[in-house]
């Protein structure tokens, strides 16, 4: 399974790490984003966990990535 990067000039997409911990929980507590979203605002622990969780996953391997539970 290849890994997930994408860069260009403006945009750098990338497995979450736990450097992203900021910029994520910033996205991942916001009520104004998750009101649209299929989660629920998280602390920043749960941000924490998330990333920790999800770092060894790859995005488009089958049964692996679920967004819903997380």
Same mark, same amino acid.
């Given at each position: 399974m290849e =890994?997930? $990067? =994408?860069? #260009? #000039?403006s945009l750098n %997409?990338?497995?979450l &790490?736990? !450097?992203d911990? /900021?910029? *994520?929980?910033i996205y991942? /507590?916001?009520? !104004?984003v998750s009101q649209y979203q299929g989660f629920d605002v998280? #602390? %920043? $622990?749960? !941000?924490? &966990? *998330?990333?920790k969780a999800n770092s060894k996953k790859h *995005?488009? $391997? &089958?049964a692996e990535w679920d967004n819903r539970k997380g």
């Open positions: =890994i997930l $990067k =994408i860069q #260009t #000039t %997409i990338h497995h &790490e736990l !450097a911990l /900021s910029d *994520f929980y991942r /507590s916001n009520p !104004a998280m #602390t %920043i $622990k749960q !941000a924490e &966990e *998330f990333i *995005f488009g $391997k &089958e």
